[in-house]
Every structure is written in structure tokens, then in C-alpha cells.
């Protein structure tokens, strides 16, 4: 079975800290995501990833950065962590042409 | 660019009966169709997919949907509720991009069934 694992299952940070959010998946999936959920909205592409070092922005990058320097590790940054980020946070990785994504259980940031 | 609307924030239905959850799409070229379900503070669990050939999928726990291309839609269903379906479901349209096939999400769904 695919697993892809938050490290956090909730966070509770101060406004103005740098936050990162780990992503780790154990089946050498080429392609990894960051997504927020909220209330409403349903989940919104922060950042995708296709490759080691490579990068996209997705529909709402803005407040965000990520790192990828491992395939099975994709780190998303909050640089100065503001309350309007306070959101669920799922990530998911896919094979490289497959169009199938497999979710991690999230996490659950609070920002006071 | 490609988007997807659920019409219903919340869909009510009693144990037993039969339920639909509702789940259109717009996209330039061929749909790949998803349905997720999430239970309170997890993540999302696939249930089915529709990515070419017969228009009615099954899916896991007895789902199925009914992929129409005619009406652009994908709507969830089952036959007979339990209260344990009660989640949040979410219709997806994957799209290619660049060689990586990229999930997009509906607002999502709350189902509630009533014993």
C-alpha cells in the first residue's frame, strides 16, 4: 500500500513564526502536492512538485514556499505564518503519469 | 481551465434509501473522474474512478457513480444508505499538465444519513 505521511497531525503556531509542514511517501512517486482545505472551498493546489528540486505554483502559492531536495520528502513553508493560514493540510503523491493521487491524513494548523 | 461544481453543500438522507451526490465538471479534452471520501480529521480515501470505457463505475463500500458525458456530470450513488457513509465527499477532475496529472476539487459535499 502507498502511504504517504504528514509528520503532524496538528499544529498550533504563534503569527509571524516560520512554520514547515513535512511530507514523506514511501513508493518513489515522482509527482508530490501540497493542499489547504477549508470550510467551503473545498482543497486548493498550494504547490506541486515533479521532480527532485522542481516546482510549480498551483492556485494559491501566496504565503507559501516548498522544498523538495529528497523524492520521498516535500516540505511546505510558511515564512511568517499569519492567522488566515490556519487551515487543514493535506498531501498527496502520484506516479509520474498516472493520474491517480494518494492523500496523507493531514494536518490540522492553528495560528494564534 | 478546468473546474468542478458540487451543487450541494449537504445532502440528507434517511438509512436505507437510496442517495446521489451531485458532481459536475469543465474541462478542455478527456476527463479523469474521482470521488474521495473524508472522514471528521482525516485525510482523503479514494472510492472510484473514471477514466475511459463503461460509463457506470463501481466503487469501494458499495459506491457507484454514473460518468454522462452529455451532461458533463459524475454523480455519486448508492443504492442503499448507511449511517456510517455520513462524511464529506469530494468530486476531483485530473487534468495533464506537463506530463503530471494534476487533481482539482469540488467544494465538496456533507452526506448525513439519519437512522
Known amino acids: 500500500d502507498v502511504k504517504v505521511t504528514q509528520s503532524s497531525r496538528y499544529l498550533v503556531k504563534r503569527t509571524g513564526e516560520k512554520v514547515f509542514l513535512e511530507c514523506v511517501q514511501d513508493?518513489?512517486?515522482?509527482?508530490m502536492f501540497w493542499y489547504r482545505q477549508d470550510p467551503g472551498l473545498g482543497l486548493r493546489l498550494i504547490y506541486f512538485?515533479?521532480?527532485?528540486?522542481?516546482?510549480e505554483k498551483g492556485d494559491i502559492p501566496e504565503g507559501y514556499s516548498v522544498s523538495r531536495e529528497k523524492k520521498e520528502r516535500f516540505s511546505l513553508i510558511l515564512e511568517s505564518a499569519s492567522t488566515n493560514q490556519t487551515s487543514m493540510y493535506l498531501c498527496?503523491?502520484?506516479?509520474?503519469?498516472?493520474?491517480?493521487?494518494?492523500f496523507g491524513q493531514g494536518t490540522r494548523l492553528t495560528v494564534v | 481551465a478546468q473546474s468542478v461544481a458540487q451543487p450541494e453543500d449537504q445532502v440528507n438522507v434517511a438509512e436505507g434509501n437510496p442517495l446521489t451526490v451531485k458532481c459536475t465538471y469543465s474541462?478542455?479534452?478527456?476527463?479523469?473522474l474521482f470521488w474521495y471520501v473524508q472522514y471528521p480529521n482525516r485525510g482523503l480515501q479514494f472510492l472510484l474512478k473514471?477514466?475511459?470505457?463503461?460509463?457506470l463505475v463501481k466503487g469501494s463500500y458499495g459506491f457507484e457513480a454514473e460518468f454522462n458525458k452529455s451532461q458533463t456530470s459524475f454523480h455519486l450513488k448508492k443504492p442503499s444508505a448507511l449511517v456510517s457513509d455520513s462524511a464529506l465527499y469530494f468530486c476531483?477532475?485530473?487534468?495533464?499538465?506537463?506530463?503530471?496529472?494534476?487533481?482539482?476539487f469540488g467544494r465538496g459535499t456533507s452526506l448525513i444519513v439519519h437512522p
Open positions: 498527496a503523491s502520484s506516479l509520474q503519469g498516472s493520474t491517480e493521487a494518494f
Open positions: 513508493m518513489d512517486h515522482e509527482n
Open positions: 512538485s515533479y521532480d527532485v528540486k522542481m516546482k
Open positions: 474541462v478542455s479534452g478527456n476527463p479523469y
Open positions: 473514471y477514466i475511459t470505457g463503461d460509463n
Open positions: 476531483a477532475v485530473t487534468v495533464e499538465r506537463g506530463g503530471s496529472y494534476i487533481p482539482t
